[in-house]
């Protein structure tokens, strides 16, 4: 019978963010040796979107690594507005954050999900490498040229 529990947990659908807090903490295990398992993934992960968005509203944008997009923080001036009815209301300063897609967020969602062929697509949009540079000219010898 336990055999049988082993083998229903190993095989449960386990959802998007647990499957992230997982391998946060196998990510952990794997460098430091050392498990901290699904719970300190999650605090792991929380930690870094507090960071994340915290940087962004400070700073005005948070650029991720490797094409995977960015954040941009617009902030908008308090203000008033009319409403239908005619009356006139006074807004305060609010922000707003737009998401934009990286090349390899972009490629994410054309392959359907595939990582690796995404991540692919990120290394073809890098410059060709330059061809060897031929050999300098020899420097001017400082001739004068006759031009009457």
Do not use: W
């Amino acid at each position: 019978m336990a055999d049988k529990k082993t083998e229903d947990a190993e095989t449960a659908p386990v959802s998007a963010k647990d499957a992230i807090y997982i391998q946060i903490g196998d990510f952990v295990k794997e460098k430091t040796g050392k498990r901290i398992g699904k719970t300190g993934g999650r605090e792991i992960f929380d930690r870094c979107v507090e960071q994340i968005f915290t940087a962004a509203v400070r700073e005005g944008s948070f650029r991720f690594n490797g094409g995977f997009g960015s954040f941009h923080v617009k902030t908008y001036q308090a203000g008033t507005r009319r409403l239908p009815s005619g009356q006139q209301t006074t807004f305060g300063e609010r922000q707003k954050v737009r998401y934009e897609e990286g090349v390899v967020v972009k490629a994410l969602i054309v392959e359907g999900g595939d990582l690796e062929a995404a991540l692919k697509t990120r290394g073809s949009r890098a410059k060709a490498p330059k061809a060897k540079a031929e050999e300098p000219a020899p420097p001017d010898k400082g001739e004068d040229l006759d031009l009457d």
